[in-house]
């Protein structure tokens, strides 16, 4: 599905260049769950942008579909961005005091999706996501940070893209909250085939996926299949389980 070949990206020209990638070369199948991770500045972000179309690399080659996106014309990656490719960032943006549902009907909107379809996409999208009909008209500012970013999942969701790009996903959020976005994440690629890109600085994030390339300073230092990839939905029982025991503990005289 996607193929990159020597990838540079430079920042800025003479003196004040900066480049943030220096030959990056992998391919991913359709299906895959992949994580990339490095530590700050590593261009995890920088790569993200040109994998979802949204920057152009300055040397290299990046084919899509087996199509040199290069070639590409503006009405076909807008097609890419909007049909094929679905984001969810860390610093996503819901509309506030808007309904959930509405939140995620909106890129059917922009779409052009008739109107009939759009609600019930809508809602299966967020049923996909995790969340069920009590949430749908509930605001964006009323909802915590694992169902902001649920919502955010299922606007992701929405044009059924066939790649879901997730950069540092579960940045803001607590430990048990990050395993309920990863164990969403993890549901996509296992039962409905989405092939997933995860970037984070965390190890314990990217053990989830099945297969983790590492950068630092903009150079791939391995690309690893990860033949134990940890369960986030069997993570969070045991979260709850403990939750629950220490509330048993707090009750005993
Ligand atoms: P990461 O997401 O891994 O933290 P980034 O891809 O955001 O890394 O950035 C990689 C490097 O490129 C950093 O040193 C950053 O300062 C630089 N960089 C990123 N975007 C720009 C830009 N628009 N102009 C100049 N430098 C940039
Ligand atoms: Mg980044």
Same mark, same amino acid.
């Given at each position: 599905m996607i193929d990159i070949k020597n990838i540079t990206k430079t920042y800025g @020209?003479? $003196?004040?260049a900066y480049t943030a990638l220096h030959g990056v070369s992998f391919s991913i199948a359709e299906g895959e769950f992949v994580a990339i991770m490095g530590p700050s500045g590593s261009g995890k972000s920088t790569l993200m942008h040109i994998l979802g179309c949204l920057d152009t690399p300055s040397e290299g080659t990046y084919r899509l579909d087996g199509k040199?996106? *290069?070639?590409?014309t503006d009405d076909e990656l807008a097609y890419v961005r909007k049909d094929k490719i679905g984001f969810v960032f860390q610093a996503f943006n819901l509309l506030p005091r808007t309904t959930v549902l509405r939140n995620v009907v909106l890129p059917l909107v922009y779409a052009n999706v008739p109107s009939e379809e759009r609600d019930a996409r809508a809602k299966e999208a967020l049923r996909s996501a995790? /969340?069920?009909?009590?949430?749908?008209? @509930? /605001?964006?500012?009323? /909802? *915590?940070g694992g169902q902001i970013q649920r919502v955010a999942i299922a606007r992701a969701l929405v044009n059924e893209p066939v790649l879901i790009l997730a950069d540092?996903?579960? $940045?803001? /959020?607590?430990s048990k909250t990050s395993l309920v976005v990863l164990g969403t994440l993890q549901k996509l690629n296992r039962e409905h085939g989405r092939t997933i890109i995860l970037i984070t600085h965390e190890p314990d994030i990217a053990e989830h996926a099945n297969r983790i390339i590492r950068l630092r300073d903009g150079r791939i230092v391995s690309d690893e299949k990860n033949p134990a990839p940890r369960d986030a939905t069997r993570e969070t029982k045991l979260y709850d389980e403990r939750d629950t025991a220490a509330s048993l503990t707090n009750k005993l005289p």
């Open positions: @020209h003479g $003196g004040d040199d996106v *290069s070639t590409m995790g /969340l069920d009909a009590s949430h749908f008209s @509930h /605001l964006s500012n009323q /909802l *915590s540092e996903p579960t $940045g803001n /959020l607590d």
